[in-house]
């Protein structure tokens, strides 16, 4: 069994729809959640990080992460075309000078 | 802040060559680097954590002899691929965090293409 396990899509949602993400994990030692969007060819992009459980906010993102579910969510509203791009979750134990644990990856397009 | 620099961006080279790849951190100071390796639709894979002034730690399953890491000073860190053959074509990625309780920020990383 992976630690981080994502759906890797492909999730094609219109434009201005309200989108989804989500991950499970399986160890209970990891504290910090992150949330980052790659282009093709990019590297990864940081759009959230938390800490606790709960929801965060930022613009049209909120992250949400609950601890006893070992469950982390990443909502995007009034979704655009330019949010179309692959979501990593990540998580780790310790922020900063800890190796990163990375889901699949999920693969997302907003249509016009 | 917290920019995370790599070059260069695209690399061809014949077999045998050995490539050097960049990353520095522009504005900020990371005791800690990350070096990551992904391939086409897939997620990223860590090879090794880069540590100012000492031995860089090594994924299982990397040679690192094959992939030298150097992190020299606390703003540069260095991935020498040696004798590069086509198998190490692939996307590289690094990552730092400006202080210890911050999230990691990732490079452009550099696209390795070997002929």
């Known amino acids: 069994q992976k630690e981080v396990e994502q759906d890797p899509g492909p999730l094609s949602v219109p434009e201005g729809a309200i989108v989804s993400l989500n991950c499970t994990y399986s160890n209970s030692a990891f504290q910090y959640f992150m949330w980052y969007r790659q282009y093709s060819r990019k590297g990864p992009e940081l759009l959230m990080y938390t800490y606790s459980s709960g929801n965060k906010e930022d613009g049209r993102f909120t992250a949400q992460v609950d601890k006893s579910s070992k469950y982390i969510s990443l909502f995007i509203r009034d979704s655009q075309p330019s949010d179309s791009a692959t979501y990593l979750c990540a998580t780790t134990v310790i922020q900063g000078a800890q190796k990163l644990v990375f889901g699949q990856g999920t693969r997302l397009t907003i249509n016009p | 802040g917290a920019v995370v620099s790599q070059h260069p961006s695209r690399v061809i080279c014949k077999s045998g060559t050995s490539v050097k790849i960049e990353c520095r951190s522009l504005d900020f100071q990371a005791t800690t680097m990350f070096w990551y390796r992904q391939f086409p639709k897939q997620s990223l894979m860590l090879m090794a954590t880069s540590n100012e002034g000492s031995k860089a730690t090594y994924e299982q399953g990397v040679e690192k002899d094959k992939f030298l890491i150097n992190h020299a000073s606390l703003t540069l860190s260095t991935l020498t691929v040696t004798s590069a053959h086509p198998e190490d074509s692939s996307f590289y990625i690094c990552?730092?965090?400006?202080?210890?309780?911050?999230?990691?920020?990732f490079g452009d990383g550099t696209r390795l293409s070997i002929l």
């Open positions: 990552s730092a965090a400006e202080y210890s309780n911050q999230p990691q920020h």
